[in-house]
């Protein structure tokens, strides 16, 4: 293990912090390419949809993809070098999805709702459902210098061992991203996650609108986590 882990610490975001969380969830949509989805979906540029994030996130809404307040940051040296997001679905009995609906109908301009028939029509097909009573682990980003060195192996155990801590009624962990992304899905496995559904489209056109053409959903058992946490953390 890379000695620099030793050196993380960790902590949730705070309105400071908004800047870098905005460079993650950017980033982690990018999912290894220059394709923004929704700044394709909606027709905004990259920094229309960084000045609406800004906006949502600071409102910190819990629950759902841009609570600020629950993503965990590594930093090294005072600095952030990683963070992920992570919450319980369906803890208020409000789907994440309708939370996120909300708040980016709020801020986005109404004539950029109404999407063209094949850009919704690939946003379905693309579509999983998260599942209620699960911790969801959305958006994770590690600066470019310090990657693949173990930084987020730490972090998102350590954000999945804090959110479902707080959480006793989760009954599992879960993530949904680009299957194509190949760092994350290798990571994933190795951790032990374990893949529940596959959705994907084979129209070459549908790179016109998102990152990738296949998307997976995997879950993780809490004893799974208990188990990586134990050799991952605990040993430091």
Known sequence: MDDIVKQLKFKFATPDDVDFVIDCII???KSGTQTINTCRIFNLSEQEWRDILRKILLEDI?????WLSNYL???LDGRPVCAQGAWFEGKTGTASSVIKTSMMMEYIP????ALDLKTAKFVKALSIKRESGKVQMEHAYTVPELRRRGLHTQTVL???KRTFDRNPGATMIQAIFFKDNCNTYNECMKLGFKPVLEKGVEDPEILNIFAH???IMMDMSPEKLQENYNKYRLNL
């Open 62 to 66: 819990p629950d759902y993809d841009f």
């Open 27 to 29: 980033e982690a949509e």
């Open 73 to 75: 940051i590594a930093e």
């Open 213 to 215: 053409k296949r998307r």
């Open 110 to 113: 109404k004539e950029k709702f």
């Open 158 to 160: 350590e954000i999945m």
